[in-house]
C-alpha cells in the first residue's frame, strides 16, 4: 500500500480506483435526499461531476431555504454521507470513517512550550495597504467597506466592537488550537501578537515549523507544540493518518478549547484532510464537550444572502454607466446570456449568491461544504461556534493558479475587492476574538442567517452582476497586472 494510501482515503471501487467524483456526487444526493429527492437524483446521474457539480452544489443551499429544520438535514445528512462513505486505510485493512471516533493513538505526542519574547498590543489595529489602521482611521475605513457593499454592516460592528475591549484580544483563560499552523489565512500570527495561548498542528516538515516557531518568539503568547523530540524537527502531527494521537493530545491540553479548522490542501486531499478533522471533532467533542468550533468559510460559494444585499446589488445594476450598459448588451448576445448577468432578482429576500468557481473544482467544494455543515450542526446542539465568510484573499494557492489570479487582478473593475493576507488574517481573527467573547455572536432563525452574519465577502455579494458571468471578463482584463 502506497504512503497516500493510508489514513483516510476515498474508497476504493471495483476497478481499484478511488473515485473522488463518485464520493461527491454520493455525498450531495444524500444531503439533498431527505429534503430534495428531485435534486438528489439529479445528483446522483450528473454524468460530468468535474463540470456540472456547481449546479448541484446551489441546489443544497436552496432545498435548505424551506426551512431550518431544512437546513439542518441538509447538513446532518451530508456529514452523515461523508462518514459513510470515507474510509481508513492501514495494515489491517480499511475501516469507516467513523472508526477514528474510539481508535487507540499508535503515538503520544509530548508538548513543547514556545514562550514570545515580544510584548503583547494592547490596541487593535488593522495592517492595510502599508499602514495600520486604528481609532478613528479604522472607523473611517469600516465605513468605507460598509458603503461599497465590502462587507456586511455586522461585520464592521463586531471589529469595532472588539477594538474598543482591547482585553479580548489575548483570549485569557482560552487556548486556541490552529489546524493548519502554517496557513496563510489562519489567525496564528495575530492571535499571538495579542498574547493568547495557541496549540499549533500542522504537517512534521521542519522548513514550515522553523517558520512558525519564528512567529512565536516574535510574538507575545504561547504556543503549544506537539512534538516528538527536538523543535523544529519534531514537531507536528500528520491529521489524514494520525487523528486519535491529536485528538488525545488536544484533550490534555489546559484552558478552555477553541478548535479552529484552517487547513487546506490541493485536489482531493483538501477533502482527505476536511473529513479527518471532522472525525477529530467529534472525538474531541466526546472528551472536551465544552470545546468552541471556529471555521472559515470561503467567499467563492453559494450562500443565501440579506433582502438589503440584493438591494444593494440591484441598484449597481440600475446604475450602470452608459458605457457598462452598451457593452453588456452585446456580450449577453454573444454568449447567449452567460456574461454579465444581473445577481439577483430584485425584491428577493433572501437571495441566493452563486460565486461558486468552476476551476477551483468540486473537491475543494464539498471541503467548503463540509465545515459548514458541521458549524451548522454543532451550533444547533448549543455549541459556540464562530464560522465567518473570509474576503477574497491573494493567498499563495490563489496566485499560482493562473485563471484564478487573473480573476483577482481584474475584480474590481466589478466592485470586488481583493484583499492582501495581512489586512485578511487580523480582519478574521478579530472576528473570531469577537464570537468568542459573544457566545459564537448572536443566535438566528435561520441557519442561512447565521453564514450572512458578519460576512466579509469583498463585494460578491454586492455587486451589480452575478459573480461568476463576471470573472471571466475579470480575468481577460487583469491578465497583464497578474503576470506582473
Same mark, same amino acid.
Given at each position: 500500500?502506497?504512503?497516500?494510501?493510508?489514513?483516510?482515503?476515498?474508497?476504493?471501487?471495483?476497478?481499484?480506483?478511488?473515485?473522488?467524483?463518485?464520493?461527491?456526487?454520493?455525498?450531495?444526493?444524500?444531503?439533498?435526499?431527505?429534503?430534495?429527492?428531485?435534486?438528489?437524483?439529479?445528483?446522483?446521474?450528473?454524468?460530468?461531476?468535474? #463540470?456540472?457539480?456547481?449546479?448541484?452544489?446551489?441546489?443544497? &443551499? @436552496?432545498? /435548505?431555504?424551506?426551512? %431550518?429544520? =431544512? *437546513?439542518? $438535514? +441538509?447538513?446532518?445528512?451530508?456529514?452523515?454521507?461523508?462518514?459513510?462513505?470515507?474510509?481508513?486505510?492501514?495494515?489491517?485493512?480499511?475501516?469507516?470513517?467513523?472508526?477514528?471516533?474510539?481508535?487507540?493513538?499508535?503515538?503520544?505526542?509530548?508538548?513543547?512550550?514556545?514562550?514570545?519574547?515580544?510584548?503583547?498590543?494592547?490596541?487593535?489595529?488593522?495592517?492595510?495597504?502599508?499602514?495600520?489602521?486604528?481609532? #478613528?482611521?479604522?472607523?473611517?475605513?469600516?465605513?468605507?467597506? &460598509? @458603503?461599497? /457593499?465590502?462587507?456586511? %454592516?455586522? =461585520? *464592521?460592528? $463586531? +471589529?469595532?466592537?472588539?477594538?474598543?475591549?482591547?482585553?479580548?484580544?489575548?483570549?485569557?483563560?482560552?487556548?486556541?488550537?490552529?489546524?493548519?499552523?502554517?496557513?496563510?489565512?489562519?489567525?496564528?500570527?495575530?492571535?499571538?501578537?495579542?498574547?493568547?495561548?495557541?496549540?499549533?498542528?500542522?504537517?512534521?516538515?521542519?522548513?514550515?515549523?522553523?517558520?512558525?516557531?519564528?512567529?512565536?518568539?516574535?510574538?507575545?503568547?504561547?504556543?503549544?507544540?506537539?512534538?516528538?523530540?527536538?523543535?523544529?524537527? /519534531?514537531?507536528?502531527?500528520?491529521?489524514?493518518?494520525?487523528?486519535?494521537?491529536?485528538?488525545?493530545?488536544?484533550?490534555?491540553?489546559?484552558?478552555?478549547?477553541?478548535?479552529?479548522?484552517?487547513?487546506?490542501?490541493?485536489?482531493?486531499?483538501?477533502?482527505?484532510?476536511?473529513?479527518?478533522?471532522?472525525?477529530?471533532?467529534?472525538?474531541?467533542?466526546?472528551?472536551?464537550?465544552?470545546?468552541?468550533?471556529?471555521?472559515?468559510?470561503?467567499?467563492?460559494?453559494?450562500?443565501?444572502?440579506?433582502?438589503?444585499?440584493?438591494?444593494?446589488?440591484?441598484?449597481?445594476?440600475? /446604475?450602470?454607466?452608459?458605457?457598462?450598459?452598451?457593452?453588456?448588451?452585446?456580450?449577453?448576445?454573444?454568449?447567449?446570456?452567460?456574461?454579465?448577468?444581473?445577481?439577483?432578482?430584485?425584491?428577493?429576500?433572501?437571495?441566493?449568491?452563486?460565486?461558486?468557481?468552476?476551476?477551483?473544482?468540486?473537491?475543494?467544494?464539498?471541503?467548503?461544504?463540509?465545515?459548514?455543515?458541521?458549524?451548522?450542526?454543532?451550533?444547533?446542539?448549543?455549541?459556540?461556534?464562530?464560522?465567518?465568510?473570509?474576503?477574497?484573499?491573494?493567498?499563495?494557492?490563489?496566485?499560482?493558479?493562473?485563471?484564478?489570479?487573473?480573476?483577482?487582478?481584474?475584480?474590481?473593475?466589478?466592485?470586488?475587492?481583493?484583499?492582501?493576507?495581512?489586512?485578511?488574517?487580523?480582519?478574521?481573527?478579530?472576528?473570531?476574538?469577537?464570537?468568542?467573547?459573544?457566545?459564537?455572536?448572536?443566535?438566528?432563525?435561520?441557519?442561512?442567517?447565521?453564514?450572512?452574519?458578519?460576512?466579509?465577502?469583498?463585494?460578491?455579494?454586492?455587486?451589480?452582476?452575478?459573480?461568476?458571468?463576471?470573472?471571466?471578463?475579470?480575468?481577460?482584463?487583469?491578465?497583464?497586472?497578474?503576470?506582473?
Amino acid at each position: 500500500m502506497s504512503t497516500d494510501d493510508t489514513g483516510v482515503v476515498f474508497p476504493a471501487g471495483p476497478d481499484g480506483r478511488r473515485s473522488t467524483g463518485a464520493v461527491g456526487r454520493a455525498v450531495v444526493a444524500d444531503a439533498l435526499r431527505p429534503v430534495d429527492p428531485v435534486g438528489a437524483r439529479a445528483a446522483e446521474q450528473e454524468t460530468n461531476w468535474r #463540470a456540472g457539480y456547481l449546479t448541484h452544489f446551489r441546489r443544497l &443551499v @436552496e432545498a /435548505g431555504l424551506a426551512s %431550518p429544520d =431544512a *437546513a439542518r $438535514a +441538509v447538513a446532518g445528512a451530508g456529514l452523515d454521507a461523508v462518514h459513510a462513505r470515507l474510509h481508513v486505510a492501514g495494515d489491517d485493512g480499511e475501516r469507516p470513517l467513523s472508526a477514528l471516533l474510539d481508535a487507540p493513538s499508535t503515538r503520544t505526542p509530548g508538548t513543547r512550550e514556545v514562550t514570545g519574547e515580544g510584548e503583547a498590543e494592547r490596541e487593535f489595529s488593522l495592517p492595510f495597504h502599508g499602514s495600520r489602521l486604528r481609532g #478613528a482611521e479604522l472607523s473611517r475605513r469600516l465605513d468605507a467597506w &460598509v @458603503e461599497g /457593499g465590502v462587507l456586511e %454592516p455586522s =461585520a *464592521a460592528e $463586531a +471589529v469595532r466592537t472588539v477594538a474598543a475591549h482591547p482585553e479580548w484580544l489575548a483570549l485569557p483563560g482560552r487556548t486556541v488550537v490552529v489546524l493548519g499552523a502554517g496557513a496563510e489565512m489562519g489567525p496564528l500570527t495575530a492571535l499571538l501578537r495579542w498574547g493568547a495561548t495557541v496549540a499549533g498542528v500542522d504537517l512534521p516538515r521542519p522548513d514550515l515549523w522553523r517558520r512558525v516557531l519564528d512567529t512565536a518568539r516574535r510574538g507575545a503568547g504561547t504556543l503549544l507544540v506537539p512534538a516528538d523530540g527536538d523543535l523544529p524537527g /519534531g514537531a507536528g502531527a500528520d491529521l489524514v493518518r494520525e487523528v486519535p494521537a491529536v485528538a488525545d493530545w488536544l484533550a490534555g491540553l489546559p484552558g478552555e478549547l477553541v478548535l479552529g479548522n484552517y487547513v487546506y490542501a490541493d485536489g482531493a486531499t483538501n477533502v482527505r484532510v476536511s473529513a479527518a478533522v471532522d472525525a477529530l471533532t467529534l472525538r474531541l467533542q466526546a472528551a472536551r464537550p465544552e470545546t468552541a468550533l471556529a471555521f472559515l468559510a470561503t467567499p467563492t460559494d453559494v450562500f443565501a444572502v440579506p433582502g438589503d444585499a440584493v438591494a444593494q446589488s440591484v441598484r449597481a445594476y440600475a /446604475g450602470r454607466s452608459r458605457v457598462g450598459k452598451l457593452v453588456g448588451r452585446p456580450l449577453r448576445t454573444l454568449s447567449a446570456g452567460r456574461l454579465l448577468q444581473r445577481a439577483y432578482v430584485p425584491g428577493a429576500d433572501p437571495g441566493v449568491n452563486d460565486s461558486l468557481v468552476a476551476q477551483q473544482g468540486p473537491n475543494y467544494a464539498l471541503a467548503k461544504r463540509l465545515q459548514r455543515w458541521r458549524a451548522t450542526v454543532a451550533r444547533s446542539a448549543g455549541t459556540t461556534v464562530s464560522m465567518n465568510v473570509a474576503p477574497p484573499t491573494r493567498t499563495r494557492s490563489v496566485v499560482k493558479n493562473r485563471a484564478l489570479a487573473a480573476a483577482y487582478a481584474g475584480a474590481h473593475r466589478f466592485g470586488v475587492e481583493v484583499f492582501e493576507p495581512a489586512t485578511s488574517n487580523v480582519l478574521m481573527a478579530a472576528l473570531l476574538v469577537h464570537d468568542l467573547h459573544t457566545g459564537g455572536g448572536p443566535r438566528h432563525e435561520h441557519p442561512w442567517q447565521d453564514e450572512a452574519h458578519a460576512a466579509v465577502h469583498g463585494g460578491l455579494w454586492r455587486t451589480a452582476y452575478a459573480p461568476r458571468s463576471a470573472l471571466g471578463l475579470a480575468a481577460v482584463l487583469g491578465l497583464g497586472a497578474a503576470r506582473g
